[in-house]
């Protein structure tokens, strides 16, 4: 079943913007985490923020969690072609990985 | 080496075949996972295996049969497959333990058709 919502769906922007994902759950988690996948390719880990963090940075990437909305959010600064992808949240409530449920999935296209 | 390596990358199987999809990583995880994913969706957790044994069927039907020889290797084996299965297949591998963050490791995936 499905934990994460994620909003908008799709998202298409000039190359240099910034790119801002959100995404909702729905119980409490030991941890948050993001990921890219390229066409339909495997998946690629960008970020973890636990529980008891807010923000977290990692290059061009910053990452929000509230936990008393239940929501993240990713940015993507100065964006590039390369970035076109779709990103997953993804939310662990066990702790250890292995009851991870995946989001809806918000597919970004950046322009050149 | 953090690369989890699926083979075949595609596979066209007809709907009385049997054939087998492999997953290998040389990075000591002692979890690894398949997941299933239709176009459009997110992945969907099949089976997980813990320490080789099968910990997690997330209620999968018994035409998909995991199998984890060694701690490096995961099958998942296809028998009697259904149009409605085709789908990507991916396979990852993550540390084990209760109470840790982390995260999971993919391969690129199988890319199934039935016919």
């Not at chain 1, 030991?30 to 940075?57: A, C, P, T």
């Not at chain 2, 992945?43 to 035409?63: A, D, G, H, T």
């Amino acid at each position: 079943s499905q934990q994460g919502e994620e909003d908008p769906q799709a998202l298409s922007i000039q190359e240099g913007e910034n790119a801002t994902m959100n995404c909702s759950y729905k119980t409490s988690i030991n941890n948050l985490q993001w990921y890219r996948q390229n066409s339909g390719r495997g998946l690629v880990h960008l970020i973890l923020i636990r529980s008891n963090e807010r923000e977290k940075h990692s290059g061009r990437l910053r990452v929000t969690l509230d936990t008393s909305k239940k929501s993240s959010s990713l940015l993507i600064t100065a964006s590039r072609a390369a970035d076109t992808a779709s990103y997953f949240c993804a939310t662990d409530v066990s702790g250890g990985y292995q009851k991870v449920t995946f989001g809806t999935g918000t597919k970004l296209q950046v322009i050149p | 080496d953090t690369e989890v390596t699926q083979t075949p990358k595609h596979l066209v199987m007809g709907m009385t075949n049997k054939k087998s999809l492999k997953c290998e990583q040389h990075m000591g995880h002692r979890a690894m996972y398949w997941y299933k994913q239709k176009a459009k969706k997110p992945p969907e957790l099949m089976f997980v295996y813990s320490y080789e044994k099968l910990s997690i069927n997330e209620s999968v039907p018994s035409r998909f049969s995991p199998e984890c020889p060694n701690s490096s290797l995961l099958n998942l084996h296809l028998h009697a497959l259904q149009p409605e299965d085709s789908a990507l297949y991916l396979c990852a591998s993550s540390l084990l333990g209760t109470g840790i963050n982390t995260e999971a490791f993919f391969g690129q995936g199988t890319r199934l058709t039935v016919v």
